[in-house]
């Protein structure tokens, strides 16, 4: 290298260096591209391209030997300063390839020659390799043809001239051959060919049955037999000549094709290697038309196989769906080529395919236009193991047989030290590339797990994916790179994977973590980066609000901004809900609900200061306006009582009211269509429901994700058992069931159709919605469902639902609108749409009933089983035969109301059961749903409850009783429940006040014990109420549970009374 | 179940209505004519669906007098819609025009239909197929659709452009709650709120309050709601107490401040549709109480401007000494026994008939504007109406007095006096 003055010249002299290399191998690819070039020609060109490329051209001559023959830039005496490398074929050398320097130079890493250069020499030299196979290949198709047609008039021996080629040219490959044949014949069953099987291998049939535990004997094959051609004489005879040329030529290819089963069935082999075989098959064979179907799905299956999945099922519609060339692109994005084996894990497989088979599908009907998917980068699966062994973290790997508690517990310490841990040098040399190849898009690191959407396991949200604004110098960007994939990494040592695993018996599966890099979806927009919209989509719609909606008709889930909203339920924000199928049948369709449920706020990354933010949607647009991509297709103006596709110039974010509707989306560009065929196409070609992540940044279209379409624990179908005895049951229905499971249920509220019918008095019709809302806060929280007629939540005429805002049903399980027929129709329900969005943002499941018709609803049982109503709501008496309250443990003789709904069947069933029963009766765990409810909750709690009251300080606080109520007392409570409390007090404020504070402790303590215990952070867990003297006497707020005649408050001993 | 057990709205709208004329001795004819709509259509309404097939929906427009102008009343899309209730809101809308002694009679009808269950553009065909049945019986002066339930200005609009296309003119008087370009009325936005307090002005006029002294306790944070609140703290008045919706958890709510709350700070704390942000305004030093805080506040005057049936026997005893006078600014938010026992304590009831007057007052208006082709600006809009909604609530307190009636039957008296006393000159009777 020239002696340089700095380091800025030595690199720049390094760069021209690198520059020269790739000119030069870009030169060898063109003149081996002209296939036509005879050999020699080709040979004599590429000599003369090879001195440019290297350090000193002019003293530099390249020569090719091959085959007796020499090609060479110039004549010249050979000097000591030589670099060579062998041209091989089928692991056979052919000849050599050399680079000669004519006078001395400076002594570099191999005498006067770069380490590049040695790199390059080889490659040339293997391209050269693959340039004469490829000639041979084509020189002796075209001869076997040629043969072929010479010989077509002499029937006779018309195959001698093409096989006596085959075994001059490649003696090997006519051995194979022949074999082959004779196995042929036999299948076939021509009788002779069992002698010449026999004559080659000696084999006495019956040999080996004699003692099937002896080893066989090996045998010399007799290959003279094969030699003089036997096989194809008696091929000739039994199949015909033109059968056994046509077999004779394909086998030669599959035979040339062999190479690349071979590589990827070797699982040694690194990445590197099998990216060269699979682009050397495609640089051979081209689509490889020319073999067998047998052979093709052989290697697409063992190409799935190395890089995809190894489920059945995803390979069974892969191989249909995939071709070779489809996984270069693949191939090139695996980061760490050297080691790796190059398993891209459950999500990016998911995705990959789905992309063929839209692009696929696209090329066949226009409006589908290819579905585009974000530059993606791969980090193979064994990258987490790598990383384990390189800081020695071994340990981690047993954290999954630990204690949940424990898990729960370490998992921020595991985050710690993988984010403090070194990765290997390949690691951060590949993060390097992709740093350089991305720039400074925002990117996400996802977990794309071997485990991960496979089908049954859906893993949703439980390993992370982060979002870098990738901002900042190239070591900041590729500083927050590693720390991301580190704390991906974790994730699989997190507790809420592991306790999924366990549910689903799948903890002792060697997980591995793939990583998937891609770019984020979006454009900026000031000092955001957004995309315009982005969601997920569901092929099959579990979600009906309106009995015109099929489930076929799927659904999606939009948002502004980053898709991170649509994916879970949110509490405190609505996504809007669009039907593909129906893009018209909106869940709102009066301004005041459009309002009520449309997003209020939004996710985007912050550019500034490299963070993942929600902002209120309202503050983005004051800042950004209508800069805000595809603005018109987004938001909607609402004035005047009016809903408005907004004119952009005419729109002022300051003082226009603006609503996230989509309404321009929906209703104004194809977007929606287009969904709708995404969805059935590939619900169609994965034979199952799926569903999608997508982002739209206000010109296309961009695919996230796509999987079996997967279940919230509680929504996976539930079977619905048939052998229920009919006094059992409470209700069935046959409609527009969605799918679910019901937690087990203790009351239920029957608001009586008849009698609610015969109310004369309009205040008594509103005192029933009413009752129902003061029951709602009553009964415990989700184990009670609500039962009545028409349209809960009525606003219009009262007659035809109770009159209920949501915040009065708001701890339900469930809703169940009855419709009765009237004369001769049956009236509409209302599926919920008050308050549809709500229910469905809270997992409140929806049930029609049409009990005249084709559905069951047990009155009897409802009528004879003792109402609560009178006790609990004493003021209300006069209500109680409209509003029945029946407890099922009572009724039930200590059973639970078990609901199970089945969309698939459209089948539910509501019925009484044991609290201990396996759910489905017996049958095997569903899958998606998590085992029986474990008691440990309600007895963990009840011993924390007993513990409060006997540490409890009587005299000090004035408290006369301590009570325990709902799920605690009635041993339902699961791992977010509170424990409710009743303290009976003197009524002295000031002693209240410091009770108050006392339990507020205690509170805050258990929630954190909970939280360890179960992972869900509910902060305090005591809920305490309290009641004076006044109060018991009267019977009024909760005093209304002590001494109950049904579900009484139970007593706890307080400090050291009895 | 036995249908004539069971609540009907039409029979309690006719009950209501025989009491009243047995208070005035009304003769057997007017007793006839006014007791059942003069019209009744009953529609056959096909629709062609999306997916191309018809579906036929059921549809109504009675009208229940017309003696003293064009008819006038709601226009409703409800899937359970049942003829007696249409009945029943037909007279109710004769009486309330007449009470606000505006020259329109009484209608309503509608489809039944839910719109969730319709795209925009079948809700657009279902809007003109029902304006094609009944076009011969609307129109400008003879029966103006105005919108009900689920019925918004865009439905309007359509119902507008298909009459229009039926009679080859524009007739903008056709139809009421347009949006303002299309030929809506400014000032409708606060026309409901800033009428009753035009009301509370005159009655405390009468009783020689200044309205600076008197402090108030409001439910319901909505437009109407807040355009009450907004005058009357303008005209001097205290809010002490505002009941609302939370708005995080949608639970009923209660703010107070002992020293008044100003209609700004509320505004900011509240959504477009009236909630308040519970744990906001807590922090701004509002006391957040349960929701029906605000009928125990100590206040003078109570302003339930939310929901109906709100008072009832079970919670009237909460209601403080102190409160003199109750606004209903909704739909009856009195239960009759709770407003007994109010009575009998001296609680003086201005009745939602008067009080909640503006929202029609200000429909006449813009069917007025609209025949004109010339439109008010607000404050002419809102002028007019303070100057009618003073005369309506002057002409029912004088007659309550000088009969020693209630004033919610005095507006009953005078509304059935006026319609009848029409149908006298017209010689129907």
């Not at chain 1, 036509?36 to 020569?63: H, K, N, S």
């Not at chain 1, 104004?668 to 969805?679: D, N």
């Not at chain 1, 509103?766 to 709602?776: E, H, I």
């Not at chain 2, 197929?129 to 400008?140: C, D, E, H, K, N």
């Amino acid at each position: 290298m020239p002696v340089s003055d700095g380091p800025v010249e030595a690199l720049l002299a390094s760069l021209q260096e690198r520059a020269k290399e790739l000119n030069c191998l870009y030169e060898v690819e063109q003149i081996l591209a002209l296939i036509d070039l005879p050999p020699e020609d080709t040979f004599r060109r590429i000599v003369e391209v090879i001195p440019p490329g290297w350090q000193y051209p002019d003293v530099c001559c390249a020569v090719i030997d091959i085959r007796g023959q020499r090609f060479q830039t110039r004549p010249f005496s050979p000097t000591p300063w030589v670099l060579a490398a062998d041209i091989q074929v089928h692991d056979e050398v052919v000849g050599s390839l050399s680079v000669w320097y004519l006078e001395e130079r400076p002594p570099e890493d191999i005498g006067p020659f770069l380490k590049e250069e040695d790199r390059l020499i080889r490659t040339i030299a293997g391209r050269l390799g693959h340039s004469i196979l490829f000639h041979k290949m084509h020189e002796m198709r075209g001869e076997w043809e040629s043969a072929s047609r010479e010989l077509e008039a002499e029937k006779e021996d018309k195959w001698r001239a093409p096989i006596d080629l085959l075994l001059r040219t490649d003696r090997h490959l006519y051995l194979r051959i022949a074999r082959k044949m004779v196995n042929h014949l036999v299948s076939a069953g021509v009788d002779r060919a069992q002698d010449l099987l026999q004559e080659i291998y000696g084999y006495v049939a019956g040999e080996n049955d004699s003692d099937p535990n002896l080893p066989g004997r090996s045998r010399a094959i007799n290959q003279q037999i094969l030699l003089i051609g036997a096989p194809f004489e008696l091929a000739v005879h039994h199949l015909g000549v033109d059968k056994v040329l046509a077999l004779t030529r394909d086998w030669i290819m599959e035979d040339k094709a062999s190479f690349l089963p071979k590589v990827l069935t070797n699982p040694r082999l690194p990445l590197s290697e099998v990216s060269a075989a699979v682009h050397r098959f495609h640089h051979l064979l081209a689509d490889g038309a020319d073999l067998s179907r047998a052979t093709l799905d052989g290697i697409r299956v063992s190409l799935i196989r190395r890089f995809l999945s190894d489920q059945l099922s995803f390979i069974s519609v892969a191989k249909q769906e995939l071709e070779t060339a489809d996984f270069i692109g693949l191939i090139d994005s695996v980061l760490l080529s050297e080691s790796s084996h190059g398993r891209v894990g459950g999500k990016s497989a998911g995705l990959f395919l789905a992309q063929r088979i839209i692009d696929r599908a696209a090329a066949r009907d226009p409006e589908l236009e290819p579905v585009r998917v974000p530059r993606s980068w791969y980090i193979a699966s064994e990258g987490l193991m790598a990383f384990i062994e390189h800081n020695d973290l071994d340990e981690v790997l047993h954290q999954k047989y630990r204690e949940i508690a424990q898990v729960r517990q370490e998992y921020p310490n595991i985050i710690h030290l993988f984010k403090n841990s070194r990765f290997p040098r390949e690691t951060v040399k590949a993060a390097s590339v992709l740093m350089d190849e991305v720039g400074d898009n925002p990117l996400i690191v996802r977990s794309s797990s071997l485990l991960e959407d496979r089908l049954g396991s859906a893993f949703s949200g439980k390993y992370k994916s982060l979002f870098l604004a990738n901002q900042g110098n190239k070591n900041q960007r590729m500083g927050a790179l590693l720390d991301a994939i580190a704390e991906v990494y974790a994730s699989v040592f997190g507790p809420d994977p592991i306790a999924y695993r366990r549910e689903r018996g799948l903890i002792d599966f060697h997980e591995e973590m793939a990583i998937l890099v891609q770019e984020v979806v979006g454009a900026r927009v000031g000092r955001f980066f957004l995309p315009a919209a982005a969601g997920v989509a569901f092929s099959s719609n579990e979600l009906r609000w309106s009995p015109r909606i099929r489930r076929s008709d799927g659904l999606l889930r939009l948002v502004p901004g980053l898709g991170t909203r649509a994916v879970d339920r949110i509490a405190d924000d609505y996504p809007i809900l669009v039907v593909p199928g129906q893009p018209g049948l909106r869940v709102n369709t009066t301004i005041d609900e459009v309002v009520r449920y449309a997003p209020r706020k939004i996710d985007v990354i912050n550019l500034e200061t490299n963070r993942f933010e929600s902002l209120e949607i309202g503050a983005l647009l004051r800042e950004v306006g209508t800069a805000y991509p595809a603005f018109e297709q987004v938001f909607s103006v609402v004035k005047d009582d009016t809903i408005r596709r907004p004119v952009p110039l005419m729109v002022d974010p300051e003082r226009d009211e603006l609503v996230a509707d989509f309404g321009g989306l929906v209703t104004s560009t194809p977007f929606v269509a287009r969904v709708a065929k995404m969805l059935n196409l590939l619900e169609a070609k994965l034979g199952t429901p799926v569903d999608i992540e997508f982002a739209f940044d206000g010109r296309d279209l961009y695919l996230l994700q796509c999987r079996p379409q997967s279940f919230a624990a509680d929504d996976a179908p539930a079977p619905i058992p048939k052998d229920v005895p009919e006094e059992d049951v409470l209700f069935t229905a046959r409609r527009f069931v969605s799918n679910g499971w019901v937690p087990d249920i203790t009351h239920v509220v029957y608001v009586d159709p008849e009698a609610y019918g015969r109310l004369t008095e309009r205040s008594d019709m509103l005192a029933v919605g009413r009752a129902v809302g003061l029951l709602n806060k009553l009964l415990p929280k989700r184990r009670f469902i609500l039962i009545g007629p028409g349209r809960w939540g009525s606003r219009g005429d009262i007659k035809l639902g109770v009159n209920v805002t949501y915040s009065d049903i708001n701890n339900t399980a469930m809703l169940v609108e009855v419709a009765r027929t009237v004369g001769n129709y049956v009236p509409d329900l209302s599926f919920g749409t008050h308050f549809f969005q709500d229910l469905v943002e809270s997992s409140i499941r929806y049930l029609p009933l049409y009990p005249d018709d084709d559905s069951l609803l047990n009155e009897r049982l409802l009528h004879r089983s003792h109402n609560l109503f009178g006790g609990l709501l004493p003021e209300l008496e006069r209500l109680a035969d409209v509003v029945r309250v029946v407890d099922i443990g009572q009724a039930g003789g200590g059973r639970v109301l078990r609901v199970l709904l089945n969309s698939d069947l459209d089948e539910a069933i509501a019925f009484l059961a044991n609290p201990e029963e396996e759910r489905g009766r017996g049958q095997s765990q569903p899958v998606g749903r998590p085992a029986g409810r474990s008691d440990t909750f309600w007895r963990w709690r009840l011993r924390m409850a007993e513990r409060i009251a006997a540490e409890i300080d009587a005299e000090r606080f004035g408290v006369r009783a301590l009570y325990l109520i709902g799920s605690t007392k009635n041993a339902t409570a699961g791992p977010s429940s509170d424990i409710d409390l009743v303290v009976h007090v003197d009524g002295d404020e000031g002693r209240r006040r410091e009770l108050a504070t006392w339990f507020e402790g205690w509170s805050l303590c258990l929630g954190e014990l909970n939280y360890q215990r179960t992972g869900y952070a509910t902060g305090s867990l005591l809920d305490v109420h309290y009641v004076t003297d006044e109060d018991v006497a009267e019977r009024t707020s909760y005093a209304a549970k002590i001494g109950a005649v049904t579900d009484p408050a139970m007593e706890l001993a307080i400090g050291g009374k009895p | 179940m036995s249908e004539s057990s069971a609540f009907n709205p039409f029979e309690a709208a006719q009950a209501q209505f025989d009491r009243i004329a047995d208070l005035m001795g009304l003769e057997a004819n007017a007793r006839r004519l006014l007791r059942s709509p003069a019209h009744e259509h009953h529609l056959a309404v096909p629709v062609r669906l999306d997916s191309g097939e018809i579906e036929v929906f059921s549809g109504f427009r009675i009208q229940h007098n017309d003696a003293r102008g064009p008819a006038w009343g709601g226009v409703r899309f409800h899937p359970q819609e049942t003829v007696d209730t249409v009945r029943a809101l037909a007279m109710g809308a004769t009486w309330k025009t007449a009470v606000a002694d505006i020259p329109l009679g009484g209608s309503m009808g509608g489809v039944v239909c839910d719109p969730h269950d319709l795209s925009p553009a079948e809700q657009e065909r279902v809007c003109r197929s029902w304006v094609r049945r009944v076009a011969r019986t609307i129109g400008p002066m003879r029966d103006v659709p105005s919108p009900d339930i689920m019925a918004s200005s865009q439905h309007m609009t359509w119902m507008l452009d298909e009459y229009e296309a039926i009679v080859g003119e524009h007739a903008p008087g056709a139809v009421t709650g347009k949006s303002i370009g299309a030929g809506g009325s400014k000032g409708r936005a606060e026309a409901t709120g800033y009428g009753m307090v035009y009301v509370l002005r005159e009655a405390l006029r009468e009783r020689g309050i200044e309205p600076g002294a008197t402090t108030a306790s409001l439910q319901g944070f909505g437009l109407v709601g807040r355009h009450a609140m907004d005058l009357y703290t303008t005209i001097g008045g205290t809010v002490r107490c505002v009941a609302a919706l939370d708005s995080a958890t949608g639970r009923p709510i209660s703010v107070s401040r002992r020293d008044g709350i100003a209609v700004a700070e509320l505004l900011e704390l509240s959504d477009r549709l009236g909630g308040i942000d519970g744990g906001r305004a807590a922090e701004r030093g509002l006391v957040l109480d349960d929701g029906e805080a605000w009928l125990a506040a100590d206040v003078d005057i109570l302003i339930p401007a939310a929901l109906e049936h709100q008072i009832t026997e079970a919670n009237v005893d909460r209601v403080s000494s102190r409160v003199r006078l109750i606004l209903e600014g909704a739909n009856a938010p009195l239960s009759e026994a709770a407003e007994e026992r109010l009575a009998g304590r001296g609680v003086d009831v201005i009745p939602d008939l008067l009080a909640n007057a503006g929202g029609v007052i200000c429909s006449y208006f813009e069917q007025v504007q609209s025949g004109m082709n010339y439109y008010w600006t607000q404050s002419e809009v809102l002028s007019k109406l303070d100057l009618k909604l003073t005369s309506a609530y002057l002409d029912v307190s004088r007659f309550a007095k000088a009969k020693g009636l209630s004033q919610r039957d005095a507006a009953m008296v005078l509304a059935v006096d006026r319609v009848a006393d029409l149908c006298r000159q017209r010689g129907w009777l």
